[in-house]
C-alpha cells in the first residue's frame, strides 16, 4: 500500500491528537495559525479568563403544523376514503380500518376478533397462505395488522408503482378470506404459546387486571384471548364475526404518500365496488358503575424480586374537550422522564428505573394510569419497597388534583409536548395514522392543524380543572403484580386489599386498616 505525502500528515496529525500531545502541550501554531499575541485578552477581560460566551437567540414562537390536505369521499357503499398526498419518496401507506374490535367479541369468545383478524394474512380465496405472502414479498411490500378495543387495522407500506397491486391484495384479504382450516389450528397453537409467554410478563398481567376490573361485565374488559376460548374457536365463528363486522360501511381507508386522490378513487372503486353494505349488529353496552372507594388488587407471583404497581381510574374519551389540558397535566405530572413522578421515583427515592402515567386512547372513558416496576432494596433484599413507591404514587396524584402547578413547569411540559408534536408527521405513514385517529374518535378536520397552539394555550388553572374531573386518587383502583405474602399486608393502608391468581381467580381477602391511613388517603406520618 503507497501513502501519499497529504496521508501521512493526516496520520501525523491524528496521532497527537491520540497521544494528547495536542491537547495543552507547548507546540509551534501551524502555518496561518493566530500567534500567542492574536489570543491575548481583550478589554474589559482578566487574563486566564475565558473568552465571554455570546448568548444564543431567543427563538421564535412555535407555530402550528398544518397537515397536507385530505381530500374525504364516501364510495356509494359507504367506505371512506381519506387521501393525503405527499411530494418526496415514491412511497404510499394504505391504511384499512373497521369500526369492530375486541369489544364485538362474544361473550364466550373473547379474542375471537383478534384470531380473526390474525387469519386475514394466512389465504384468500385467490391464494392460499404461502402463495399471499409470496405475492407481498415480491413487490415489496410491508404489512402489519392490529387491533384494540374498538377497530382493526390492517395497514400496507408500497413503492407507488406496485399501489394498483396492493390495493387488490388489500381487498382480497378484507373480503374474500378463506379462514383455511388447517392454518386457523396452526394458528391457534401459535395463540396459545403467545399467551403463555405474554403473561409472564408483570406489566401485561396488570393491565390486563386492571381493564377487567375496573370495567366490570362491560365488553371493554377483555383485552385479549383466553386460552380456553382458543380452544372453544371454530371456523364457523370467525365467518359469522368477519360477515357481521367487516363491511364497507363500518370502515374507512386512509391513504397517504406519493399517489393522487384520484388514483385511489379509481382504485378502490375497482377492488371494492361490489363489497356490500349491510347493517352492524348493535351492541348493548352496560353503564360502568363509578368507583365510590379505593380497591387495591394484588396479582400474586410467588417469589417475585419485583412488584408492578397501576393505579388510576377511568378518565375520558379520546374526543373529550378536557383531553389538552389533561395532556398537559399529565405530563407534569408523569408523562416523560422529566416529570414528576419519574424524578421523585426514580432519580430522588431509587425505587424504579422509571415511572410514568398517562391515559389509554379509546373512543369512550379510558383508563388513567400511574405505573412503574419497584424491586427491591439491593442492599436489604428482604426488603419490599412497594409500599415505599405506593407513598409516592399518592403523594403525587394528590397534589395534582389540589395545588395548581407552577408556570414554569407547565410552561416546560407545554414545550415538551409542543415541540415533540412534529416528530410526529414527518413520514406520510405517520401521517395516515393520525388522519385515522381523526375519523376513529370523531376529531374534528383542523384538529391536529391546531394541536401546538391548543397545548400552549392551557393555563395552570385548566390543567388543574382537568385534572380535577379525571384523576380521581381518593377513589382509585390500585393493582399490583407481585409476591402476596410481601404486598399484601402493607398495602390494606391504601384500602381493602383482594389476591388473585394469575387467571383472576380470589385467593385472599383483607379488610383495610384504617388505622394506617390518614383522612386524606395518604400514608400516616
Known amino acids: 500500500m503507497t501513502l501519499h505525502r497529504n496521508h501521512l500528515s493526516a496520520l501525523a496529525a491524528l496521532a497527537l491528537a491520540l497521544t494528547g500531545e495536542g491537547c495543552g502541550a507547548a507546540t509551534a501554531p501551524a502555518p496561518g495559525a ?37 381530500v374525504r369521499t364516501t364510495m356509494a357503499n359507504g367506505l371512506e376514503l381519506d387521501v393525503v ?13 373497521v369500526r369492530s374490535g375486541m369489544a364485538s367479541d362474544p361473550a364466550a369468545l373473547p379474542g375471537l376478533s383478534h384470531v380473526a383478524l390474525e387469519m386475514l394474512s394466512e389465504g384468500t380465496r385467490r391464494q392460499n397462505s404461502a402463495q399471499l405472502a409470496e405475492a407481498i414479498e415480491f413487490l415489496g411490500a410491508d404489512l402489519t395488522t392490529s387491533d384494540a378495543q374498538a377497530s382493526h387495522t390492517i395497514s400496507f407500506r408500497v413503492v407507488s408503482e406496485h399501489f394498483d397491486e396492493v390495493m387488490q391484495i388489500l381487498a382480497d384479504m378484507v373480503t374474500t378470506p378463506r379462514f383455511d382450516e388447517q392454518e386457523l389450528r396452526r ?41 380456553e376460548a382458543i380452544d372453544q374457536m371454530r371456523r364457523q365463528d370467525l365467518v359469522t364475526w368477519h360477515r357481521d363486522h367487516y363491511v364497507p360501511n363500518n370502515a374507512f381507508l386512509v391513504v ?16 371494492f365496488g361490489r363489497w356490500r353494505r349491510r ?25 417475585s424480586a419485583q412488584s408492578v404497581v397501576s393505579i388510576g381510574n377511568l378518565s375520558l374519551q379520546r374526543g373529550s374537550e378536557d383531553w389538552v389540558p389533561l395532556a398537559v397535566a399529565n405530563q407534569v405530572l408523569g408523562g416523560s422522564a422529566a416529570s414528576r413522578l419519574f424524578m421523585d421515583l426514580r432519580e430522588r427515592r431509587s425505587l424504579t428505573y422509571g415511572a410514568y402515567s398517562g391515559v389509554d386512547e379509546l373512543p369512550i372513558a379510558a383508563p388513567f394510569r400511574a405505573r412503574a416496576s419497584v424491586g427491591r432494596d439491593p442492599r436489604q433484599p428482604d426488603l419490599d419497597r412497594t409500599p415505599q413507591a405506593m407513598d409516592g404514587f399518592m403523594e403525587h396524584l394528590q397534589r395534582i388534583v389540589t395545588e395548581q402547578a407552577p408556570e414554569d413547569e407547565v410552561h416546560a411540559a407545554q414545550r415538551f409536548l409542543s415541540d415533540s408534536f412534529p416528530l410526529r408527521v414527518d413520514t406520510a405513514g405517520q401521517i395516515a395514522m393520525l388522519v385515522a385517529d381523526l375519523r376513529l374518535f370523531g376529531l374534528p378536520d383542523d384538529y391536529w392543524d391546531t394541536f401546538r397552539s391548543q397545548i400552549r394555550s392551557v393555563t395552570p388553572a385548566q390543567a388543574l380543572a382537568a385534572a380535577q374531573r379525571n384523576i380521581r386518587p381518593d377513589t382509585a383502583l390500585v393493582v399490583v403484580v407481585g409476591d402476596a405474602e410481601a404486598v399484601a399486608q402493607p398495602l390494606r393502608r391504601w384500602g381493602p386489599v383482594r389476591v388473585v391468581d394469575d387467571q383472576g381467580r380470589e385467593l385472599a381477602s383483607y379488610p383495610q386498616d384504617t388505622q394506617a391511613a390518614s383522612p386524606t388517603g395518604s400514608s400516616a406520618p
Open 34 to 70: 493566530p500567534s500567542p499575541v492574536d489570543t491575548a485578552p481583550t478589554s474589559g477581560q482578566e487574563s486566564g479568563s475565558p473568552a465571554a460566551r455570546v448568548a444564543p437567540p431567543t427563538a421564535g414562537p412555535a407555530r402550528d403544523v398544518h397537515l397536507p390536505a385530505v
Open 279 to 303: 347493517d352492524v349488529p348493535s351492541v348493548t353496552v352496560p353503564e360502568v358503575a363509578p368507583r365510590t372507594a379505593r380497591e387495591v388488587i394484588v396479582v400474586h407471583r410467588a417469589g
Open 85 to 97: 398526498h405527499t411530494d418526496g419518496l415514491p412511497i404510499v401507506y394504505v391504511r384499512l380500518v
Open 187 to 227: 394458528l391457534k397453537q401459535r395463540e396459545r404459546d403467545r399467551l403463555r409467554i405474554q403473561y409472564g410478563d408483570a406489566a401485561m398481567l396488570a393491565r390486563r387486571e386492571f381493564y377487567r376490573a375496573a370495567y366490570g361485565n362491560h365488553p371493554y374488559a377483555h383485552v385479549d384471548a383466553t386460552a
Open 256 to 271: 397517504a404518500g406519493n399517489v393522487t386522490a384520484e388514483q385511489v378513487q379509481r382504485a378502490a372503486q375497482s377492488v
